[in-house]
């Protein structure tokens, strides 16, 4: 009897997950629920288990589809049932994301589509842990070059040295830098240390010719833009970036 219940069970989540697949060719995700979703996604790395419980107790211990994809390897595998490839697919899906919404940028000039790069910067910083300061190098186009991350972990103008960014930026050829980082808190409100140290980029970067689009600040759902609140004194006015959702 007992043998006979696993395999009735078996063949069950084998149809539910042949159901998912089918029903994600016949109309992408439209109709899905996040947990649907997740189960959709777990077919892929667990074979022999039922995915509904483990997408349940996803959503239980992260309480939000968005913490999920934010969460560290380590945090996906303490959830009972989700092993390593199942942490490894879902840190995947976010990283690969974060690949598409990069090459979406090439080749284009950034100043006129900033919704590309806030798209980009939302994705990959919006839920990190700790802080990280990175430099967008455009060309003379305003094209992206290469983004760089030049530090990660508590932001002042003591440890972000504007000659690694002017480095970095002879290095690429770069003729203008947006400044980036986040606030882990998910409060974008700027500090007193946030804009001491765009005064100290902006001048650095204007004493080489270099034009500094913009020093943002990312949080969960917002962003704070120093050129909208007038901090940036190094950009022609024609190429002022408007940062605007």
């Known amino acids: 009897m007992i043998k006979l219940l696993t395999a009735e069970k078996l063949i069950s989540d084998r149809d539910h997950k ?3 697949k089918e029903r994600f060719k016949n109309g992408a995700l439209e109709g899905f629920h996040n947990n649907e979703i997740l189960e959709l996604l777990l077919t892929y790395a667990v074979a022999r288990k039922d995915v509904k419980p483990l997408s349940a107790a996803l959503i239980h211990r992260f309480k939000s589809f968005r913490a999920i994809f934010d969460a560290s390897a380590e945090e996906l595998k303490a959830t009972p049932g989700i092993g390593e490839n199942a942490a490894v ?4 899906i976010k990283d ?3 690949v598409y919404l990069k090459e979406r940028m090439m080749g284009k000039d950034v100043i006129r589509c900033p919704k590309d790069v806030l798209d980009y910067l939302n994705l990959t910083l919006s839920g990190e842990r700790v802080e990280k300061f990175i430099a967008i190098y455009l060309n003379g186009r305003n094209e992206l070059l290469a983004i760089e991350t030049l530090h990660e972990g508590t932001i002042n103008q003591t ?3 504007p000659r690694k960014a002017i480095e ?4 690429h050829n770069a003729r203008a830098i947006i400044f980036v980082h986040n606030h882990p808190s998910g409060d974008a ?6 804009r001491q140290l765009t005064k100290v980029l902006d001048r650095a970067a204007l004493a080489v010719d270099l034009i500094v689009h913009d020093h943002i600040i990312i949080g969960k759902d917002r962003h704070f833009s120093a050129r909208e609140s007038g901090w940036i004194i190094g950009c022609p006015t024609q190429l002022q970036m408007t940062m605007r959702r």
């Open 18 to 20: 042949k159901r998912l």
């Open 89 to 92: 697919l879902i840190k995947l």
């Open 96 to 98: 690969v994301a974060g």
């Open 159 to 161: 440890v972000v040295y």
């Open 168 to 171: 970095k930026a002879f290095k």
């Open 189 to 194: 409100t700027p500090s007193g240390v946030d």
